[in-house]
């Protein structure tokens, strides 16, 4: 059992013996004295705690201040037995004893005297003698007990401080010479200077003489972080502050303490720590303080001369050790952390829970949370909770005593990140950190300024994501469940909703004579509830499983339950563990103890106990689940939705944090219109997350057609464990390779989908966005057209990745636009002119690359013979001349590039026989066509637009657009061998348009 050294408390040293708070069990409060033979004995009518002379001072003279009302001062000279009394005169106060002397006051303003008074019982009476030499108008601030005299503070007005030595022989008043306050040991004043050159020293003075110091040591200046204790024979004593003992605190033992010599020779500890707010100064010039080695022989402890002039030590009473004060707990993946008070700070130390005896591994220090009061008050320190991803979050106070959230990261140190927390309004209660699932917290406060809240914060960022009323509530994963009472004789109202948004999910109900709810927790599957009730024992508790919807009543309702995966543990001065999972509440008793946790995905809990050996509650009992460990989880994640290869690439970059460590994760990346592979890429493992980024490139760094992927994760625990976590969603690749007919989208990039352009009576060319469900919505528009315009959305003529759009305008000439990606086409966009004469064609098309080098290419019918044409595009950014593929066009109505239809991955054409037969015509890859095959019979006697609009589904087949006379517009999904399926309408009101292109 880790310990701490025990509070002590001294009050005085004599020239037999010492006066302190007593060690005894059942003596807390008491007062002791115990000789330096090692005899205690009990002292009647004092009260542990008060300062160190006010009982008596540098002699083994005891007083015992007179009670409320009374005047008595009874003196006990504790070696020879002898007692008399001191009667303090009225209008004075006691203050001290020093030997047979009674120092009183009188009070003056507030906690200020205006006189000192020595008084001594001589032949039965009192004897009043008022300090002399007190300049006029003097008040005293403070009175310092020596076994010759009295250290004053004291000013006139508000002048400063000054300092004055008062003997008791005479009891005359004379004016220190001290700048600063000095420090009074038993025989000497100690006082450091600094000269004008900034050197420093330290000067010892015998009192009652302040011309010249006895004893210089220089370089030694006594500091914050420097106390003088004493003087010692021929060294003094002093105590150095040790941060290695926790944060400073007022009677902590955290001071090393040695003694310096005056004969320059080295500083040489003595204590390894110690109290150095409360030293007892002996007759003999030696001193009492408590300390030690360590809490196992620490107590209090003699520092006086040795034989041979030097200094020594001596144990003189032992103040057992008490065990570090637990004052929290937390399980999270196999790690017990503890919050411990002790050696003057609490701190949060860790242990790994292990197989082997005894269950748990070496205690690790990791420091002490932010902002905190928390000492010997449990309610006073932070709640830890885990976030399920390896994270602890709590609420503490911030370098500028801010509200905050802190994280710390699994292996790291406290007090951890500081996020700052904002929750927007004012209150007069501290937020409490309830629950936290991955990057959410459930943060619910108290406040009687505005209305009680719970909010959920991203513990990231500090956002406030989503605040409702307080009420019993709980997280986990990215749902919020809170539960409200309807009334006596009613039902608890238990709701679902969505955390980050509040948009509700799911309601149940439970309980018969729920009042009010009292407490609500949500672990898996199980969810806990409690409620007040209007009859004994007025609370109704439960468990739901939530796959189910049974619910198993728990028939303890008197402590403080938590909830387990598939049990709760019910605390107080028994625990209880209840298993649920037969449908039955099945108990195990454990004992005394309280403030019980668990670890939700081992099962195992933990709690404090109570430890007879030291009567108190310092144990902690861990309870092993002996269940099989939940499998490896992702609690939430970062993942982008886009991935950019254009000229200023950003990659896909994802994190997914993870209830336990994981191996290095793997991630495929499918083309969701194929189903394809395109890349595969191994990311990296931390402690409790894996990552992976992906710069949108197939193997080899290949450029990958704009769209959508599909990528799949593949993460192994790192224990080997249960099955691997796998995770699946989608990205959006921009900047890759242009999709066919692919102009524009919502996001003003290409998206992987064909697009429709129109042409409307106002001069308006149109790309109507493809939806990828075999719609159109969305548009990308350009105005100043002349209404005759005919557009031909062709591939990428000049390589920037982006479609270009081939227009023959009235007049005849034909010009090769190419817009940026995902813009609007203008009459003043980039362009060349390809030429003139183009009106002797009646239909233009583009069906992809014909000729198998990569380029899209042109198809031109000649109206005048029914010839059919290929236009090759180049490496220039133009088409060449015109390949003759065919004659007797002519009897077609309709011929559209349609892509590729079959699979073969050649561009293919569609037309329309006079007498409504719909022929395909697959592309051979030289520029010629294979002999038609036959697609519909009777089709498309009411169509006047034909479009081969490439894929709109987003299935990677391309489709067929046709519009009726009557406007409206239909959709036939390819196959991808060849056909396509029944026409779907699409939309209506599409007659308005003059072209669909």
């Not at 059942?26 to 005899?39: A, E, I, M, N, S």
């Not at 210089?216 to 024979?233: F, N």
Request: aromatic share 8%.
């Amino acid at each position: 059992m880790r310990t701490t050294p025990a509070f002590g408390s001294l009050m005085g040293a004599g020239s037999t013996g010492f006066l302190h708070g007593s060690t005894a069990l059942g003596g807390y409060g008491k007062v002791d004295w115990t000789t330096y033979d090692g005899k205690t004995h009990r002292v009647e009518g004092l009260t542990n705690g008060f300062r160190v002379d006010s009982y008596g001072a540098a002699s083994d003279v005891i007083a015992v201040p007179p009670k409320a009302g009374q005047r008595a001062v009874a003196l006990t000279d504790m070696a020879s037995g002898r007692s008399w009394t001191v009667t303090l005169p009225e209008g004075l106060n006691y203050e001290m004893t020093v030997g047979e002397t009674v120092v009183a006051v009188r009070p003056g303003t507030g906690s200020l005297y205006s006189e000192v008074h020595l008084l001594q019982a001589e032949n039965g009476a009192t004897v009043d003698r008022k300090v002399t030499g007190l300049p006029e108008g003097a008040i005293i601030s403070d009175v310092g007990g020596a076994s010759t005299g009295l250290l004053l503070d004291w000013a006139v007005g508000s002048s400063l401080t000054q300092y004055a030595w008062v003997d008791l022989a005479n009891g005359h008043l004379e004016v220190l010479p001290f700048k600063y306050q000095p420090a009074l040991t038993s025989r000497h004043f100690v006082t450091s200077a600094r000269d004008e050159s900034g050197a420093t020293r330290t000067e010892i003075y015998a009192q009652g003489r302040w011309d010249v110091p006895v004893h210089t040591l220089p370089k030694l200046y006594i500091g914050t972080d420097t106390k003088v204790l004493g003087v010692v024979d021929k060294a003094l004593i002093v105590a150095r502050y040790d941060a290695a003992y926790g944060a400073k605190v007022y009677y902590g033992a955290q001071w090393r303490i040695s003694a310096v010599p005056f004969d320059g020779s080295p500083e040489r500890e003595i204590i390894a720590r110690a109290v150095a707010d409360r030293v007892a100064h002996r007759p003999d010039g030696g001193l009492i303080l408590m300390g030690g080695a360590g809490s196992e022989d620490y107590g209090y402890t003699a520092v006086v001369a040795d034989a041979s002039g030097g200094v020594r030590t001596e144990l003189l009473h032992r103040i057992p050790p008490k065990p570090m004060a637990v004052q929290g707990l937390m399980l999270d993946q196999g790690r017990l952390s503890t919050i411990e008070y002790g050696d003057s700070r609490a701190a949060v130390y860790t242990r790994e829970l292990t197989e082997q005896v005894p269950g748990f591994g070496a205690r690790t220090d990791r420091g002490e949370p932010a902002g905190t009061t928390c000492r010997d008050s449990a309610s006073a320190c932070p709640t830890l909770v885990p976030t399920g991803d390896g994270r602890t979050v709590y609420r503490g106070l911030d370098a500028q005593n801010r509200e905050a959230l802190f994280v710390v990261d699994g292996g790291n140190d406290y007090p951890g990140k500081s996020v700052p927390l904002d929750l927007g309004e004012a209150a007069n209660y501290a937020p409490r950190v309830r629950a936290a699932s991955g990057d959410l917290a459930l943060v619910q406060r108290d406040n009687t300024i505005g209305s009680p809240q719970t909010y959920i914060v991203d513990i990231d960022d500090g956002r406030t994501l989503h605040k409702e009323a307080l009420t019993p509530s709980a997280l986990w994963g990215d749902t919020l469940w809170t539960a409200v009472g309807q009334g006596t004789g009613g039902k608890l109202s238990i709701t679902a909703k969505n955390a980050r948004t509040g948009a509700q999910q799911a309601t149940l109900t439970v309980g018969s004579d729920c009042g009010g709810a009292a407490d609500l927790q949500v672990v898996g599957r199980w969810l806990y509830w409690k409620c007040w009730t209007g009859t004994a024992p007025n609370a109704a508790a439960g468990v739901v499983d939530l796959a189910t919807g049974k619910n198993v009543p728990i028939p303890r309702v008197d402590g403080t339950a938590v909830l387990g995966d598939g049990f709760v543990v019910e605390g107080g001065a028994q625990v209880d563990r209840y298993d649920v999972r037969s449908g039955t509440a099945v108990v195990q008793s454990l004992g005394q103890g309280g403030a019980p946790v668990v670890d939700p995905r081992t099962g195992d809990f933990a709690f404090r106990a109570w430890r007879a050996e030291s009567g108190d509650w310092s144990e902690v009992r861990v309870i092993r689940g002996q269940q099989t460990a939940a499998d490896l989880v992702s609690t939430h994640s970062r993942v982008t939705p886009t991935v950019d290869t254009d000229a200023t690439p950003v990659p896909w970059q994802a994190e997914w944090w993870l209830t336990e460590p994981a191996l290095a994760p793997t991630v495929t990346f499918k083309a969701k219109s194929t189903g394809k592979t395109v890349a595969t890429v191994t990311g990296k493992a931390g402690t409790h997350s894996v990552t992976a980024a992906w710069d949108g490139k197939g193997t080899g760094g290949a450029l990958l057609p704009n769209g959508t992927y599909i990528w799949s994760l593949s993460a192994q625990p790192a224990d080997g464990a249960g099955p691997a976590l796998t995770k699946t969603g989608t990205v959006r690749l921009s900047g890759g390779t242009a999709v066919r007919r692919d102009h524009a989208g919502t996001t003003a990039r290409p998206d992987g989908i064909g697009d429709l352009l129109t042409l409307n009576s106002s001069g308006g060319l149109t790309f109507q966005h493809g939806t990828g469900s075999g719609t159109f919505s969305g548009k990308t528009s350009g105005s100043g057209w002349p209404t005759s315009t005919f557009a031909v959305p062709f591939g990428d003529l000049n390589g920037d990745r982006c479609n270009d759009v081939l227009v023959r305008m009235p007049d005849g000439r034909m010009r090769a636009y190419t817009p940026a990606c995902g813009a609007a086409l203008q009459p003043t966009t980039q362009h060349k002119v390809l030429g003139t004469g183009w009106n002797m064609h009646n239909v233009l098309t583009a069906a992809g690359d014909l000729t198998g080098d990569g380029r899209p290419d042109l198809v031109a019918r000649k109206a005048a013979t029914g010839e059919l044409f290929v236009y090759r595009g180049t490496a220039s950014g133009t088409v060449g001349s015109p390949l003759r593929v065919g004659s007797g066009w002519g009897v077609y109505t309709h011929i559209t590039g349609a892509g590729d239809l079959n699979g073969d991955g050649r561009a293919d054409l569609l037309a329309r026989h006079t007498d409504g037969t719909l022929y395909r015509y697959d592309g051979l890859g030289n520029g010629l066509f294979a002999p038609r095959a036959k697609v519909f019979t009777n089709w498309g006697g009411s169509y006047n637009a034909l479009i081969g609009a490439g894929d709109i589904t987003g299935d990677g087949k391309a489709d067929l657009v046709v519009r009726d006379k009557a406007g409206n517009l239909y959709r036939n999904t390819g196959d991808g061998k060849g056909s396509f399926s029944g026409r779907t309408q699409i939309a209506t009101g599409w007659g308005v348009y003059k072209g669909v292109f």
